[in-house]
Nanobody, 111 residues
């Protein structure tokens, strides 16, 4: 069974940092473009960032562009989302998507 598993979420103070990871079983990320999306409580899905299969091109929504870095390590079959200078508006469940969806990891930014 294919499983994508996000990790690294948690409670962080405003201005803090987190690094989210996404690993997969029975599936390899190699060659697939990947995205991170998020969903705040009571709101719709918001696309956050994407990276192409080779890792050579990255994309960000404007609200996170200067604060978030997406990356991938195909050798480790792992995706990353480095988030800095977090604000309460970043509070959401974060999902990685690569043909399949993970179950998400909760990020809460609060003092």
């Amino acid at each position: 069974e294919v499983q994508l598993v996000e990790s690294g979420g948690g409670l962080v103070q405003p201005g803090g940092s987190l690094r989210l990871s996404c690993t997969a079983s029975e599936f390899t990320f190699r060659g697939y473009a990947v995205s991170w999306v998020r969903q705040a409580h009571g709101k719709g899905l918001e696309w956050v960032s994407g990276i192409n299969g080779a890792g050579s091109s990255t994309y960000y929504t404007d609200s996170v562009k200067s604060r978030i870095t997406i990356s991938r390590d195909n050798a480790k079959n792992t995706l990353y989302l480095e988030m800095n200078n977090l604000t309460p508006e970043d509070t959401s469940v974060y999902y990685c998507i690569a043909k399949y969806w993970g179950r998400g990891t909760q990020v809460v930014v609060a003092s």
